[in-house]
């Protein structure tokens, strides 16, 4: 079953890390990530830019609108994720525990499905 590790940052979680700290905390979740990609879990990886740098669109009435970043509304952003290929939801948690990022931000586990609901 295919599972979305979100990884969920405080805004100006980045700002705060010397250059130094920010390659070691990279590093380590390179580490990580080639871990995964060794056991066949890994489907697909990245880290994100800040929102700074984002673009929100919405289409409503056929007409878009579009919000420069940062989003002053949210307290976190999504900093990067894990797309992984896991057999249940326990084996996703158990990686997402694993997850240096846990250490220093929220790690939140989502099933891939539909946007709707079923009965």
Sequence with gaps: MPYMLLIMERR????????????????????????????????????????REGVRVEVRGGKPTLLDGPFSESKEMVGGFFYLDCQTKAEAVAIAEACPAAEWSTVEVREVGPCYEDE
């Design 12 to 51: 100006e979680q980045r700002r705060s890390r010397s250059p130094e700290e920010g390659r070691a905390v990279y590093d380590r979740m390179l580490r990580f990530t080639d871990d995964l990609q060794a056991r066949g879990l890994l489907l697909a990886s990245q880290s994100l830019r800040s929102d």
